[in-house]
């Protein structure tokens, strides 16, 4: 079947937009031709540094030919129901509608016809749209009339051919052709093009371009790796820097320089980022040692005349030039105490709404020592880490490498003489910043982290700044998973909404959103919006001073208790709280746990993330055996049957014990009574000594019992007696599945 080959050739698209303009393509094409009615085998995109397209293979001549049949009105409707019905189908005269019979007598019935149209008429008329209105995610306006043109970078060239035959194309004042270009210095063309299968080997052997993203990422990576064995090393592989710099060479060729060994004094965050970030280059290591070498591998764009000696050397010499800043910020940062940078903060906004960042730094470092017991970190060493941890924001260093933050401060606090749990502490209380990053385990180090992301997700809560849909612009889903994983990874006790007091080191978000509605709402008085403050005392639901807040009076005990200061209602916890149950539903998902398990444990209002997760586990590994599948038969039906009674005798009617002058009059009655003595203390003290899969255990007796009951049973007898007692039996049942879950949650 036909081929069309499509390539938008143009001035150097930016790496890193390179992938998604693939996907992007594919998208967009193939909703285009799927909208016109066109099938195809398969679609391939490719994208480069000076090229964007596809091949489309497996596509018919025409479309198809389309019969319609609209049915109108009957034939002595009024004119103008007629005339709409003419309107609408497209016809002319009713001479060319059929006339058909039904029950209620006769009507008219319009027939369409419409014949195929050629596939390259299609294409034809939806490249240009395509290209017009590509998702670039920012793009350049160039030319003027009929020419001006509005993509990523100029483009130059379309190449568009179908079937061999070109397609008369036009867009932006270019006209397509069958012409491609090729490399600029090794092979540029052009070259005439009929099919893929042309345009790859010409441009790969007389070209030098490689289309494929994937094979020149290969070249790279194959490549560097031997320049390094050769020379003794080891590359540093970086999966982002590959891909690229594979958008950054159509014919690529690594090499090895060599970088001033001064500068290995350096922080090697410093020297790998610098490499990275402003040169696109690969750092080396010495496998002897596990250090960075003096080396760096570039990726060239060309086979140089002397194997790429010149273009080494001058790439080492711009390196020398981006260390030398480097070095001038490391000297410069290391003459200044984190405790003076730490002052600065208070020039740094954090948030409009929720203060400075030295306000947010005040806030974390009494949650961190609230934290502090509850983790097995020292409350003072973990202060100490929250006051310091911020204060390389405005260091030099950061300022000009933003990723650096927290190790340039672990950097600063240990040639100051911090002890090492702060100094790790700084550097790690940001992470996990995703899926793969590692997770704070040092007891200080968590807790700083945990302070930190809480504080966040209560402050943004606190000012309505939720997460909708797919905007998350302050990443606090990031911070939720964040503190799941830290509690769940160290396996930390550390329920959320319990208040216990400051002795024995409890916390709760509750304590976190006293502190953060204060300070917002001192903010909101020290600016004089009056309205935002009394918004934000509402929301607060609130046991606040508010003649304490106004004089700007923190109390002298806020810093170890800062829920004195006020304590929310408990609504607002609540709603942060099903927020974490949600994440938590994403962070389980790929363990097989299912979201409405999650549900049904986080119904019974427990907190302790690491007890609703065990709890979880072991529910989920139960539903995915017979009996508990059939366990969960039996509850919903015993829970249906006490819903429907108990609209009629009350909610509750049928809660507590047997009455004592009951006689069950069915063998499956006593069976079942038997067996709910059994399991219900048997669960219970299962789940009180969070042993869930014991709890299972024992809420598995309960199957064949209720089974039989349902089977063999009258529930609703016509004695009062039996009628009444049989329903309590079925709210025992529901009652004892709910000491682990609430079973109502679960679907099926």
Not at 8 to 26: G, H, K, T, V, W
Not at 246 to 260: I, N, Y
Not at 642 to 657: I, M, N
Request: charge should be negative.
């Amino acid at each position: 079947m036909p081929q069309l080959l499509l390539e938008l050739f143009s001035e150097e698209i930016p790496a890193r937009m390179q992938p998604r303009a693939e996907a992007d393509l594919e998208r967009l094409f193939s909703a285009a031709l799927k909208e016109a009615g066109l099938g195809w085998e398969s679609i391939t995109t490719f994208a480069g540094p000076r090229r964007l397209g596809c091949v489309i293979e497996g596509l018919p001549a025409e479309t198809e030919a389309v019969r319609e049949e609209r049915k109108g009105p009957r034939t002595d409707a009024p004119e103008k129901a007629l005339q709409g019905f003419m309107r609408g189908a497209g016809v002319e005269s009713l001479d060319d509608c059929e006339v058909r019979e039904d029950k209620k007598g006769s009507f008219y019935v319009a027939v369409i016809e419409k014949p195929g149209v050629k596939t390259a008429d299609v294409i034809a008329s939806v490249v240009p749209d395509m290209i017009r209105n590509f998702p670039w995610p920012k793009s350049m306006k160039f030319g003027e009339n009929d020419r001006a043109q509005r993509w990523v970078r100029p483009l130059q060239r379309l190449v568009c051919v179908f079937d061999g035959q070109v397609v008369p194309v036009e867009v932006f004042g270019l006209k397509a052709g069958n012409e491609t270009e090729g490399h600029r210095v090794h092979g540029p063309g052009p070259f005439t093009v009929s099919d893929f299968a042309k345009y790859k080997s010409q441009l790969e052997e007389d070209g030098h371009v490689i289309l494929d993203r994937s094979v020149r990422e290969t070249i790279i990576l194959e490549g560097a790796k031997r320049v390094c064995v050769e020379a003794g090393l080891e590359l540093i592989e970086d999966q982002g820097l590959l891909t690229e710099v594979a958008g950054l060479a159509e014919w690529p060729v690594p090499l090895l320089g060599q970088m001033d060994p001064d500068f290995l004094d350096l922080p090697p965050e410093v020297i790998q980022l610098s490499m990275k970030t402003h040169q696109k280059y690969f750092a080396v290591r010495d496998p002897k040692t596990g250090e960075l070498a003096p080396n760096f591998v570039v990726v060239a764009n060309q086979m140089a005349p002397d194997g790429g000696a010149a273009i080494a050397a001058g790439n080492a010499r711009v390196l020398s030039a981006r260390l030398a800043d480097g070095r001038h910020f490391w000297d410069l940062d290391r003459k200044t105490p984190l405790t003076e940078m730490a002052d600065e903060l208070s020039k740094v906004t954090f948030h409009q709404k929720l203060g400075t960042v030295a306000d947010k730094v005040e806030r974390v470092a009494a949650l961190a020592r609230e934290l502090a017991p509850a983790v097995g970190a020292d409350p003072d060493q973990a202060e100490r880490a929250a006051r310091l941890a911020k204060a390389d924001l405005v260091s030099e260093m950061v300022g000009e490498f933003p990723e650096l933050q927290g190790m340039m401060g672990r950097y600063y606090a240990l040639e100051q003489g911090e002890p090492a749990e702060v100094a790790d502490a700084i550097r790690d209380h940001y992470k996990p910043q995703g899926p793969s990053d590692a997770v704070p385990t040092a007891p200080v180090s968590a807790a700083v982290a945990l302070a930190d992301k809480l504080d966040t997700l209560v402050g943004f809560w606190a000012i309505d700044e939720k997460p909708t849909g797919s905007k998350d612009p302050f990443a606090l889903r990031r911070a939720a998973l964040g503190v799941i994983r830290i509690l769940l990874d160290s396996e930390y006790r550390l329920p959320l909404m319990s208040f216990n007091g400051v002795s024995n080191g409890s916390y709760s978000i509750q304590m976190a959103s006293g502190r953060v509605f204060y300070d917002a709402i001192s903010l909101a008085f020290k600016v004089g919006n009056e309205e935002l403050a009394q918004a934000l005392l509402e929301a607060a639901g609130a046991e606040f001073d508010e003649d304490l807040i106004r004089s700007g009076d923190r109390g002298g005990d806020l810093l170890v208790a800062p829920y004195q200061v006020g304590r929310t209602s408990e609504e607002f916890p609540r709603e942060l709280l099903a927020f974490f149950a949600d994440r938590l539903k994403v962070h389980l998902k790929d363990d097989g746990i299912s979201h409405d398990v999650i549900d049904a444990v986080f119904a019974l209002g427990d907190d302790d993330l690491v007890r609703v997760t065990n709890r979880a586990r072991a529910l989920q590994g139960f539903l995915n055996t017979e009996d508990g599948q059939a366990l969960l038969a039996g509850y919903k039906r015993a829970a249906n049957i006490l819903k429907a009674e108990e609209k009629k005798d009350g909610e509750g009617a049928f809660e507590g014990e047997l009455d004592s002058d009951y006689t069950p009059a069915e063998a499956e009655e006593k069976a079942l009574i038997a067996a709910l003595e059994t399991a219900r203390p048997e669960a219970a003290k299962a789940v009180e000594a969070e042993d869930f899969n014991g709890a299972m255990s024992a809420l598995s007796q309960l199957r064949i019992p209720v089974d039989a009951f349902f089977d063999k049973v009258t529930v609703n007898h016509e004695n009062e007696l039996l009628r009444r007692n049989r329903l309590r039996l079925l709210a025992m049942i529901r009652k004892a599945a709910h000491t682990v879950a609430d079973f109502s949650r679960i679907e099926g």
